[in-house]
């Protein structure tokens, strides 16, 4: 079993930046892909960006290339970053971390992954 817990969220300002932390424990990850979604009230969960296992691929939804950054701790393999920069009030939604176990391409599909955080509130407001 894998366990996964995101922290970060909070509200900002427009123009300002957060930092999502996504902390995975139990089962040794080997091969994978880690996810960002987030869900906004009322609509469907969307893709935010993804990066395979040794981080040297990363794909990003269009609505965020530029602006966001998904990253891996270079000391604790398990962590995972998505820094925010130039938040926009539609960014506004809650954000997940997700791990698609054993993967080794990047799918932009929520259900192909197999753990799930909670989610941490992101409001963009002024």
């Known amino acids: 079993q894998v366990h996964l817990e995101e922290s970060g969220g909070g509200l900002v300002q427009p123009g300002g930046t957060l930092r999502l932390s996504c902390a995975v424990s139990g089962r040794t990850l080997a091969t994978y892909v880690t996810g960002w979604f987030r869900q906004a009230p009322g609509k469907e969960r969307e893709f935010v960006a993804a990066m395979n296992w040794r981080g040297d691929r990363k794909s990003y939804a269009d609505s965020v290339k530029g602006r966001f950054t998904i990253s891996r701790d270079n000391v604790n393999k398990n962590t995972f970053y998505l820094r925010m920069n130039s938040l926009k009030p539609e960014d506004t939604a809650v954000y997940f971390c997700?791990?698609?176990?054993?993967?080794?391409?990047?799918?932009?599909?929520?259900?192909?992954?197999?753990?799930w955080g909670q989610g941490t509130q992101v409001t963009v407001s002024s």
């Open positions: 997700a791990v698609d176990y054993g993967a080794v391409q990047i799918v932009t599909s929520d259900s192909q992954y197999d753990y």
